[in-house]
């Protein structure tokens, strides 16, 4: 299956999958419960999958979600590189 790399999901996958990415723990912990690739799941419940994180809840998310995640990491101040740079962790 191919995804279209829209600007929200490009912001989202590379805090998300990137290790040399910033992102804040509790940041990275609030996206992927936002993420709904498994259903809309409360926290408790997503920490027993697969040790905490699955990717897939995230890449088979709803467009929807992809949103939702996109803007947290946006009001939080989270860019991609290029755009002078992530302005959290500096």
């Not at 804040?24 to 996206?31: Q, S, T």
């Not at 920490?47 to 939080?76: C, F, K």
């Not at 755009?83 to 959290?88: E, F, V």
Request: with cysteine; hydrophobic share 30%; charged share 30%.
């Amino acid at each position: 299956m191919s995804y279209e790399m829209t600007p929200d999901r490009e912001l989202v996958v590379y805090y998300m999958r990137n290790e040399k990415a910033r992102i804040e723990d509790e940041d990275f912990e609030a996206v992927y419960c936002l993420a709904d690739g498994f259903g809309r799941l409360p926290p408790e419940e997503l920490a027993g999958i697969n040790g905490g994180y699955d990717w897939s809840h995230v890449r088979d998310s709803s467009p929807q979600a992809w949103a939702e995640m996109a803007a947290y990491l946006r009001e939080r101040g989270y860019e991609l590189p290029g755009n002078d740079g992530p302005k959290i962790g500096r």
